[in-house]
């Protein structure tokens, strides 16, 4: 069955940069996610990646993808305390299916 | 533009009592719908989730159940709550089928259970 696994947590400096992993076992996902969730809030997407590209860029953010080893990170460039959340990794392998969460990784920025 | 509501925001129930956790959709039709459950220290856990009216499809075996009476509408009930219900409940939506689809989920704001 699928699953997804990923730290718990994961503190960092403010001004440096994060990298929270994220390893999935159903090979034939199709897209790869990043949720942000705020305390008390619903979940937001951060970002995607198609399973046929290996790495995404958004601004401070960063996704790169290693099909072989099913290994997705997302890094966080120049972390700010609003970066302060729990993020998310997903996946699904067909785009009207069901989608499949890691646990969550708790990021804390300390000052 | 697409938004999603559900309600109440938060609860207090005692165990044993009903559950009745509603969840709308505006702005689009024929949405998937699912039910999550994020309690602690187990991250998010997909509960129910349905690509139709009339339609669900269940995850986890539980004394929770889902139903779909109307395409945008999705009810999360339960005829006698347990202690281990108590988490933080969230409902989401996605596009159906359509071309481009990226699979994004988009959350509603949370309903907050605790059963005592």
């Known amino acids: 069955g699928e699953d997804v696994e990923q730290s718990l947590f994961l503190s960092v400096r403010e001004g440096d940069s994060s990298v929270i992993n994220c390893t999935y076992t159903?090979?034939?996902?199709?897209?790869l996610y990043w949720y942000k969730q705020e305390p008390g809030a619903g979940l937001q997407l951060l970002t995607y990646?198609?399973?046929?590209?290996d790495m995404k860029q958004d601004q401070r953010l960063t996704v790169l993808l290693n099909k072989k080893d099913k290994h997705l990170s997302l890094r966080i460039a120049d972390t700010q305390t609003g970066d302060s959340a729990i993020y998310f990794c997903?996946?699904?392998?067909?785009?009207?299916?069901?989608?499949?969460f890691g646990k969550g990784t708790r990021l804390h920025i300390l000052p | 533009s697409q938004t999603i509501h559900q309600w109440p925001a938060t609860l207090v129930q005692p165990v044993g009592s009903p559950l009745s956790l509603e969840c709308t959709v505006e702005?689009?039709?024929?949405?998937?719908l699912y039910w999550y459950r994020q309690a602690a220290g187990r991250g998010l856990q997909l509960l129910f989730y349905?690509?139709?009216?009339?339609?669900i499809s269940s995850e986890v075996p539980q004394n929770l159940s889902a139903s779909r009476p109307q395409d945008r509408q999705f009810i999360l009930s339960s005829k006698k709550l347990l202690l281990s219900d108590s988490g933080f409940y969230l409902c989401?939506?996605?596009?159906?089928?359509?071309?481009?689809?990226?699979?994004?989920?988009?959350f509603g704001e949370g309903s907050r259970l605790t059963v005592l």
């Open positions: 989401a939506w996605s596009k159906n089928g359509a071309s481009g689809n990226t699979g994004e989920l988009f």
């Open positions: 159903d090979s034939s996902s199709t897209y």
């Open positions: 990646i198609f399973s046929n590209m």
């Open positions: 997903a996946e699904s392998y067909k785009r009207d299916d069901k989608i499949i």
């Open positions: 702005g689009t039709s024929n949405p998937n």
């Open positions: 349905s690509v139709g009216i009339g339609q």
